[in-house]
């Protein structure tokens, strides 16, 4: 009995013991599996806070390529109006001249028949001059008469042309300052908007706190444009004929002027590398289109911002991302050299530039050996 209870006394420890030590680890792993959940619920938090202001990025970016768009036209009817406005002064200094070199020529006329005044038809009838002599008068007269009645025509029309040439010119300066006003009023709203963008953006980028976050969103974004251009491929022009790139290899003129900041295959970031060339550029220089085509894809993409694609038939596309807006939509046909959007810096870009590319079947291809050096 004794030393059963001697036995008990020594095991009686090692039992608390271990008892202790699994509740130790018991609190331990309790402790883990909190930090755990709360560190899931950060990354929860802040995908949705990502996914959040990538969402009024977008927004931001669709407002300014609306006012960029309506500006850009604004723009073009200035100039237009501008160029009607100099031809219609010009036409309008020259009828003055017109009417002033008629009214001088009457004025001579009417003092030359003034001058001439002894000579009148009844002093003729009167003076019963000889019947030649008469008539080589009355024929003089008759000229003189309708040469006045054909300047005096003449004036008339210039003074009522010239009076709708003033009218005309009014209309054109009032719609002329009415289009500066509306794009003055464009400006600003592009200006609040690019500045809207511009703290979203900071935000954004403060949600991507590491290198691999970054990454990520890299590798999410080219993963989108690759199922687009998949997607394309599978889409034919419609009665148009394409004749692809083949034969202009080397020929091609660059989209934009602007120094290279990116080449093809370049290391981007980790294992990506650049499947096309970033373009340094100036906000609202125009894009244009490296040959004739049809417009296959003109939206927004995560990570490029407005993105148009050309098919130029037989498998070849030509990319350009980044822009400020869009000037031309799906399906419409464009010629080579024509504007078909604007430089800007959407998809999240610090900085105004373009990215292009060129592919064949899927394939990308190195923009610097399809376009002309220089």
Known sequence: MFSVC??????????????LDKTHQQQKLDEVKQQISERNKLIKKQRQDRASLSKRLKTAEQEIATVARALNGTNSNIAKYRNEVDALQQQKKQLITEQLQQEKLLAGQIASAYMSGSHDYSKMLLNQQEPSQFERMLSYYQYLNKARLAQISDLTHTITELETVTKTLANKLSELNLLKLE????????????????????????????????????????????????????????????AGLSKLKGQLHWPSKGQVKHKFGHRRKGRLRWKGTLLAGKTGTPV?????????????????????????GDGYMSLYGH?????????????????????GQSGGQTEPSLYFEIRHKGQALDPATWCRKG
């Not at 969103?217 to 687009?228: H, M, Y």
């Not at 869009?326 to 078909?340: A, C, D, F, Q």
Request: hydrophobic share 40%.
């Open 6 to 19: 001697i036995a008990c006394i020594t095991t009686a420890p090692s039992v608390l013991a271990q008892t």
């Open 183 to 242: 794009q003055q009023q464009q400006q600003q709203n592009l200006l609040a908007y690019q500045k809207d963008r511009k703290r979203t953006l900071k935000k954004l980028d403060a949600t991507l706190n590491s290198e691999q976050q970054k990454l990520a969103q890299l590798i999410e974004s080219e993963e989108t444009i690759r199922k687009a251009l998949e997607a394309m491929r599978n889409v034919t022009s419609e009665a148009i004929e394409l």
């Open 288 to 312: 244009t289109t490296v040959h004739q085509g049809q417009v296959l894809f003109a939206d927004w993409l995560n990570g490029f911002g407005w993105v148009i694609v050309i098919d130029h």
């Open 323 to 343: 822009n400020q807006t869009l000037l031309k939509s799906v399906g419409e046909k464009v010629e080579t050299g024509e504007p078909i959007a604007l430089v």
